[in-house]
């Protein structure tokens, strides 16, 4: 239930064109302190070691279900704004067109109420990363 919700909740965010689950992803890693705990708030969640998919160019691929950033496969499963279901590059997810500080974040949000916001068009792919078969648009707008 914890991961629908988590993914979830990044798919919503995503579409509203700012990640704010992408900022703790970002820098909930191994090695940093930030971590994510259980439903209790009394123990952190482990890694998940998930058996992806893996393409003739080693990349990994299947559903980007998972707290940490670096427990997401290399692509991601998407439907594109035309139906067709491939994969979107989880960096692209993550950084493309993120906020780079609170200012830029506060200047996207303001763009998002007065309908100046431009939203972020990504490639869809097949599982080999490299045929583009659809687009993916993050923030589009849905009046």
């Given amino acids: 239930m914890k991961k629908s919700f988590n993914f979830a909740a990044i798919a919503i965010s995503l579409a509203a064109g700012f990640s704010v689950v ?3 992803l970002v820098y909930a890693s191994k090695d940093s302190p930030v971590a994510y705990y259980d439903a ?3 123990q952190p969640v ?12 080693g990349q990994t691929y299947g559903i980007g279900d998972a707290n940490y950033v670096e427990d997401l496969p290399d692509l991601q499963l998407a439907e594109g704004d035309n139906g067709i279901i491939g994969y979107v590059y989880t ?14 974040a506060v200047a996207q949000m303001e763009a ?26 993050v923030g589009r707008s849905s009046r």
């Avoid at 482990?46 to 160019?57: G, Q």
């Avoid at 960096?91 to 830029?104: F, I, S, V, W």
């Fill in 112 to 137: 998002m109420k007065n309908g100046t916001y431009v939203p972020i068009v990504m490639n869809v792919y097949e599982a080999n990363g490299v045929t583009v078969i659809d687009t993916f648009t």
């Fill in 46 to 57: 482990e890694h998940i070691h998930s058996e992806y998919e893996v393409n003739e160019n």
């Fill in 22 to 24: 992408s900022i703790p």
């Fill in 40 to 42: 209790e708030m009394t």
């Fill in 91 to 104: 960096e692209d997810l993550l950084h493309k067109g993120a906020p780079k500080n609170p200012e830029e």
